[in-house]
Structure formats: structure tokens, C-alpha cells
């Protein structure tokens, strides 16, 4: 009889930093969607709103960073900007 198998569950902090991302992106994402110029009416307003939420949504991101992350807080931030402008290209769709 072979003896039954057993498997570790692998604990990844790192994962719940990555929801966290996540969910801040998404939530950054739907705002920057719902920017409401400053001045309406005008092209140049409604882009310097969504620039100024694009900035303040990666801002936040930064912010969520601790020692404890699977990331140097470069490598963060780098992610921070990048899922930003990813989610600026599906505004664009």
C-alpha cells in the first residue's frame, strides 16, 4: 500500500499585494472614466482632468508599497505606472 500524498500549501504574501494593486488600478481605472473637466466643454480640460487622475492614481498606487512586498519599491512603482497605462489604453478603446 503506498503511503497517501501530501502537498504543502505554499503561504504567498506577495499575492495579497498584487490583489491590492489590482483592485486600486481598477478602481483608478473607473475614475479616471469619470473625470469631469474642469473648464467643460474644452478638449484641452477634459485632458489635463484625466492627466491629473492618471498621476494621482499612480500616486496611490506608490503609496501602498511596505518593506514586506515581494517588490523593491522601484520595481512598485514601475508596476503602479504600468498598469496605469494599460488601463489608459482600454479608455482609449
Avoid at 18 to 42: D, R
Avoid at 45 to 63: F, G, L, N
Wanted: some cysteine; hydrophobic content about 40%; glycine content about 2%.
Amino acid at each position: 500500500m503506498m503511503a497517501p500524498l501530501h502537498f504543502k500549501q505554499h503561504h504567498t504574501p506577495h499575492l495579497s499585494a498584487v490583489s491590492m494593486l489590482l483592485m486600486l488600478s481598477l478602481s483608478a481605472g473607473s475614475a479616471l472614466s469619470q473625470t469631469a473637466p474642469t473648464n467643460p466643454g474644452t478638449a484641452k480640460s477634459i485632458e489635463d482632468a484625466k492627466d491629473k487622475a492618471y498621476a494621482a492614481a499612480i500616486a496611490s498606487c506608490e503609496r501602498l508599497w511596505d518593506r514586506d512586498t515581494h517588490m523593491t519599491k522601484k520595481e512598485w512603482s514601475s508596476t503602479c505606472r504600468r498598469v496605469q497605462a494599460r488601463l489608459k489604453q482600454m479608455e482609449l478603446r
